[in-house]
């Protein structure tokens, strides 16, 4: 980021992880329009000491209607991104396949991935007519290495958003629009409240570090990703692992 007044649409900035990529990125002559669905008061902190203009936008992802009144809202404010990363997800949670059902599958793909292709079938045409952009997914090292069980509603959509995310980067490459994601291993924030603790415990012990990621291993990938530094990398799923996926 070089402060030349970009514009940064967030998807799930209200998230730990956003939130923390919110503060590596602050600068000024940074907009960064800040989707959330419930919970508006981080980012309401940040705006308090950001040097960025931290624009807050509320849509529930899980229904269209409300993510196309965002992206009108965008069109109002008469803010066209040129970068965006996309952090939302649903929680996830340990449900055995012989319990599962569609609909928890429909859950996490509305969220996850109708939001983006609605938000990018909306952006990416500002972006083309500009000659640059910057996307970034958040996916897990799941689309790496062997996933868990237990999980296969949450590795199915992560590996449908590594499919979109390498079709947009070979489609959009010689248009100057880099499009590239990150996949962290199990990472401390608040999406493992339904993890069970013991759970948590033992990756942390089993992994080559002695601990879980932080957002603060994260953010700073990000950042690059997004810098001009980064112009020359498209179609990338970067691990952020601590060493579990050689």
Same mark, same amino acid.
């Given at each position: ?8 649409l967030?998807i ?10 919110i ?8 907009s960064i ?6 919970? +508006?008061n981080?980012l ?5 000491t950001?040097?960025?203009?931290? +624009?807050?936008l509320?849509?529930?992802?899980t ?5 196309n009144?965002?992206?009108i809202? +965008? ?11 996309h952090?939302?997800?649903?929680r996830?949670?340990?449900?055995r396949?012989?319990?599962i059902?569609?609909d ?11 939001s983006i ?10 972006m083309?007519?500009?000659? *640059?952009g ?6 897990t090292?799941?689309?790496i290495?062997?996933p ?10 992560k590996?449908a ?5 390498r079709?947009?980067a ?24 339904d ?6 415990e *033992?990756?942390?012990?089993a992994h080559?570090?002695k601990?879980?990621?932080t ?10 990703l997004?810098s001009?530094?980064?112009?020359f990398?498209?179609?990338a799923?970067?691990? +952020? ?6």
């Amino acid at each position: 980021m070089n402060g030349s007044g970009s514009t940064i649409l967030m998807i799930g900035a209200s998230s730990d992880i956003g939130c923390e990529v919110i503060r590596t990125l602050d600068e000024e002559n940074l907009s960064i329009l800040a989707h959330y669905n419930r919970n +508006i008061n981080n980012l309401q902190k940040l705006q308090a000491t950001s040097k960025s203009e931290i +624009i807050p936008l509320q849509a529930d992802l899980t229904s269209e209607d409300e993510i196309n009144n965002m992206l009108i809202e +965008i069109d109002k404010l008469n803010m066209h991104p040129d970068k965006l990363v996309h952090l939302a997800a649903p929680r996830p949670s340990y449900i055995r396949f012989k319990h599962i059902t569609w609909d928890h599958f429909q859950y996490a793909l509305n969220i996850e991935l109708r939001s983006i292709i609605l938000i990018l079938n909306h952006c990416l045409p500002h972006m083309v007519k500009n000659k *640059m952009g910057k996307v970034v997914f958040i996916l897990t090292s799941n689309c790496i290495g062997v996933p868990p069980k237990a999980l296969s509603h949450y590795t199915t959509t992560k590996f449908a958003l590594l499919g979109l995310m390498r079709s947009l980067a070979a489609e959009y490459a010689d248009k100057s629009i880099c499009i590239n994601a990150v996949s962290p291993t199990m990472t401390e924030t608040s999406f493992l409240i339904d993890f069970p603790n013991k759970l948590v415990e *033992m990756t942390a012990a089993a992994h080559p570090q002695k601990r879980n990621a932080t957002t603060k291993d994260i953010a700073p990938v990000i950042k690059f990703l997004l810098s001009k530094e980064g112009a020359f990398i498209t179609g990338a799923n970067i691990p +952020i692992s601590g060493g579990t996926d050689f």
